[in-house]
């Protein structure tokens, strides 16, 4: 009986070994597809934009010749369009999640507003759109202009940037909050002195991840009117401007009567690629020096 006993549980430790194996297989499939699929457009979009990009390309203007095409209307657009998401992002996403966190107290309003933020990330981006179109472009009369743009990216991010940040604030180690009332201190000064900046890495590895869709996108821009025309360099936050997603978007339709514009397309790509590295960079060096100083 033992022996019948021990020859089943075996038996049943074996299957669980194959089935383990079989779906480790599944798994290490789909990565791999994942990353030959990524090497592939990688590859593709190399071959085709690096030999059209140089000092002309990234400083002139647009233009209908594809030979003498540049984009640097669409990087001094991208670039406006990001100073108004930034600020508006980190400002508004940071306080939120601060109050729902820290001061709101649980109950029913609180979970109906984290609810509903949460669902408010998986929104399609084009849902977005139509709400600055409404909002910002009609209703405010901004017109297609940085600020309009920018508003409605940072409404499409925030969502995102506030349920990271909640979630890095609900990491810091309760005893330091504790340690920090037992001095004496006021619960703004425990926010400030030491929440915050146990908080930060975290915070800004949300920002990153947000900033990096906001960048990106097109969807919403296209909602808005975002120009892809030979229009003056933006200089201000009412200032027409285009960006670099929507110039990659109508060059990808325009490639097919001109074979040209898809270069142009791929070209583009990698600078917007270079752009986001530069970014996503910069603000993992911020991160890592609060990591060591906290």
Known sequence: MENLEAL?????????????????????LSTLFGLVV?????????????????????????STNADRAGIMGAILGTVWVMLVVIPVT???????????????????IRSFIETNISNLAGVPSIVYGLLGLTVFVRLMDFGNVVLAGGLTLALLVLPILIVSA????????GHLSEASYG???????TIRRII????????????ILSLSR????????????IPALLIPFPGGLFDTFTALPMQIYYWTIDASL???????????????????????SVAIIIRNKFQQRY
């Open 38 to 62: 990524l090497v592939v457009l990688i590859a593709r979009v190399l071959l085709q934009g690096v030999s059209w990009i140089d000092l002309d390309f990234i400083t002139g203007r647009l």
């Open 183 to 189: 001095m004496g201190a006021t619960k703004w000064q």
């Open 258 to 280: 001109v074979a040209e514009y898809a270069n142009l397309a791929a070209a583009t790509i990698i600078v917007l690629l270079l752009i986001l590295f530069i970014l996503n």
């Open 196 to 207: 915050l900046p146990a908080a930060i890495p975290s915070i800004l590895t949300g920002s």
């Open 90 to 108: 980190l400002i508004i996403g940071v306080g939120s999640a601060i109050y729902l966190e820290l001061y709101s107290k649980k109950g029913i």
């Open 214 to 225: 906001a960048i990106g996108e097109t969807a919403p821009l296209t909602v808005l009117g």
């Open 8 to 28: 089943h549980e075996n038996n049943k430790m074996d299957a669980r070994v194959r089935k383990n194996s079989i779906w480790k297989s599944i798994f290490f």
């Open 166 to 173: 909640q979630e890095a604030l609900r990491a810091v180690p």
